[in-house]
């Protein structure tokens, strides 16, 4: 009798905690994810349901959390379930590890630099071939600041940010507002309102866009600026990451960490301009155009995580964490490519799940649990991918909004899931 009463006093407490989540600034979303989990395994033991002594769970008492608990079912392990998989040893962060990938990625870009007469002297085509190779290991020295972000650089906060700094700021990428942007991505990975660092488009807002603005993503070119100036500095879709007073900051802590950290670069800027002799022709030629292709190569590995036709997006009340992760696309570019850019292709979703506690030297120990778990369900998503750049321009020609808006599943137009 026991094993019943203590049902509503659960749901009760649940219903309380997680409407006082709903208001907080700042939410912990596994937090968030394992409470609403819980939640709706107490309603669907109980809710609506005369127990002995003629009491009866109580109905949901707020919206929101109303919401979640008649969302659709889904097939899905819970994220405990994928937690325990995991090895604790992939959640050790080692931080003369992690420097021994920051200093070996500045020794290749120091490297490619002292032999671009090399390339050189193949003509344009060599100069083309230099600037493939400084973006994507400009990608794979982002990748270690991204880990920094995170904080799965070291244990230690401080060096995290030291070291995040010393990684972004040459690529002029402001590290405290970038790290405040991709966060949120994290927490509400495919959730149509909060995953800002996505600007997914409804139906009704691509048809009311003019020719430009519908057509831009599908030109071939439009990489190269969609990283920066467009979202670090103009600050499409969430806020500009140089401006302070942008809508991606609230607090004057928060500016005076964007004012810092947009020095940095500014700093760095400087710096290659006098490395340059002060010639712009020579600053755009090595340092700007190696940035822009930079630019590019991280817009062809996040538009490929979380792109593809038989992708899902959920509103509020349907989303939940797991849900969200598992929309997450592994990718295996081959080549070696995967490894030279710490595996962010390849081990996304393992580090999805877990971003602020698995670096990304243990991402594919990390990847082979999970997928263990996700397959039987189905919805572990990876893709043998070395036509990536091929695909990657096909998918935007053809992914153009999603449907569905007010039914809770959003997709893509004229695309169906895969079974």
């Not at 989990?37 to 009866?56: F, H, N, Q, W, Y």
């Not at 007469?117 to 400084?134: N, Q, R």
């Not at 301009?273 to 010639?279: H, L, Y």
């Not at 822009?292 to 989303?319: A, C, K, M, P, R």
Request: glycine share 8%.
């Amino acid at each position: 009798m026991k094993s019943v009463f203590w049902k509503p006093r659960l749901f009760r407490f649940a219903t309380k905690e997680l409407t006082s989540l709903q208001g907080a600034a700042e939410v912990h979303s596994l937090h968030h994810t394992i409470l609403v989990d819980s939640l709706l395994k107490i309603s669907g033991g109980c809710r609506k349901m005369e127990v002995a002594g003629g009491a009866t769970c109580p109905a949901t008492t707020t919206t929101t959390t109303e919401a979640m608990v008649q969302r659709p079912k889904r097939d899905l392990p819970s994220f405990e379930e994928i937690r325990r998989a995991v090895p604790s040893s992939c959640f050790e962060r080692l931080l003369f590890k992690s420097l021994f990938y920051l200093a070996l990625d500045f020794v290749i870009l120091y490297s490619l630099y002292k032999f671009v007469g090399v390339f050189e002297s193949f003509g344009i085509f060599g100069l083309f071939i230099w600037y493939c190779l400084m973006g994507m290991f400009g990608s794979s020295l982002f990748v270690i600041g991204h880990d920094c972000g995170h904080g799965t650089f070291s244990e230690y906060t401080w060096v995290n940010d030291l070291f995040g700094h010393i990684a972004h700021a040459p690529l002029l990428a402001p590290y405290w507002p970038w790290q405040r942007s991709h966060r949120q991505h994290h927490q509400y990975t495919s959730h149509i309102d909060n995953d800002m660092g996505h600007p997914w488009v409804l139906e009704k807002d691509f048809m009311t866009r003019g020719w430009i603005m519908r057509n831009f993503s599908k030109i071939p070119l439009s990489g190269f600026v969609r990283w920066s100036p467009i979202y670090t500095m103009v600050g499409l879709p969430d806020g500009s990451h140089f401006w302070p007073y942008s809508k991606l900051f609230n607090t004057s802590r928060e500016r005076v960490k964007c004012i810092l950290s947009g020095l940095a670069c500014v700093f760095c800027a400087m710096m290659a301009f006098t490395i340059c002799n002060n010639s712009w022709f020579t600053f755009i030629k090595y340092y700007y155009i190696p940035l822009l292709f930079q630019g590019y190569w991280l817009v062809i590995i996040t538009y490929l995580q979380h792109n593809d036709y038989s992708i899902e997006v959920y509103e509020q009340g349907y989303w939940s964490y797991v849900m969200g992760q598992v929309q997450t696309i592994d990718r295996v570019y081959g080549f070696g490519i995967d490894r030279l850019l710490h595996h962010i292709t390849d081990g996304h979703v393992a580090h999805h799940f877990f971003f602020t506690k698995i670096p990304h030297y243990h991402l594919m120990e990390a990847t082979a649990a999970i997928k263990k778990v996700l397959e039987p369900y189905k919805v572990y998503r990876c893709k043998s991918n070395t036509d990536f750049l091929l695909d990657y321009l096909t998918l935007n020609i053809k992914l153009e909004y999603l449907i569905g808006r007010g039914t809770g599943i959003l997709t893509y137009a004229g695309q169906q899931k895969d079974e």
